[in-house]
């Protein structure tokens, strides 16, 4: 069975500094996928990326980076020099490729509070 | 373009009422999905349809029973509403093989 692991459930930062939200997942499959979304204080998810498991190449998006391991099975994203509008609810999702209707095993999400 | 909707954004019931949620997409999406978000739980799937006049159960399905009737619609119905499902419900959709989910912008319910 599909699992994914968000052990930070809240993160404090001042803005400027970097920060680094960790997702580690487990699955059986060797084709799966792997996405990020945000759910800022507004209550709507934005998606932000997607991942398969045959790409390992990192991903930069202006101040978001994505580091994909799959020797550790862990997603990472760092956004560096957070700003305020960067406070949300970060959450790492999985889709294994046999799984039907391709179903998304969310995580719990990481609480990210970035103060002025 | 509205992209996914949901109606409505908020509801309080009271035990044992019944209610319906109602999801509408404008993308020609062939899947869609409901799932509730509880405080430190992150959202679970409580139902999915992969097509027009199909439906599947998810990971708390208890409760809670869905319909698809045509393509662009999806509905959530309680039939006697408990206070456990006090939760804020998601609806999205999404296009053949693993692309990412679109998500409506929730409905906040309140069961007394």
């Known amino acids: 069975a599909q699992k994914v692991t968000q052990a930070q459930t809240e993160i404090s930062v001042v803005e400027k500094e970097d920060v680094t939200l960790d997702c580690v997942y487990e699955t059986r499959d060797t084709t799966y996928y792997l996405f990020w979304y945000k759910q800022p204080p507004s209550g709507e998810l934005v998606f932000l990326i997607r991942?398969?498991?045959?790409?390992?190449q990192n991903e930069i998006s202006g101040r978001y980076s994505w580091n994909f391991q799959k020797s550790t099975s862990s997603f990472n994203f760092t956004i560096t020099a957070s700003q305020v509008v960067d406070s949300a609810v970060y959450f790492c999702a999985l889709s294994e490729e046999g799984t039907s209707g391709s179903r998304l095993t969310f995580g719990e999400g990481t609480q990210l509070t970035v103060n002025p | 373009n509205a992209g996914v909707t949901q109606t409505p954004k908020f509801r309080v019931l009271k035990t044992g009422q019944s209610m319906t949620l109602l999801c509408a997409q404008d993308?020609?999406?062939?899947?869609m999905y409901w799932y509730r978000q509880d405080p430190g739980m992150g959202l679970r799937l409580i139902h999915y349809s992969v097509g027009e006049g199909t439906t599947a159960k998810g990971e708390v399905p208890d409760g809670y029973n869905v319909s698809r009737l045509k393509k662009q619609n999806f509905l959530l119905g309680l039939e006697s509403a408990a206070p456990s499902q006090t939760s804020v419900y998601f609806c999205a959709s999404k296009g053949q093989g693993h692309n990412e989910q679109f998500f409506g912008p929730g409905t906040r319910l309140t069961v007394l």
């Open positions: 993308m020609n999406h062939e899947y």
């Open positions: 991942r398969n498991s045959f790409d390992e």
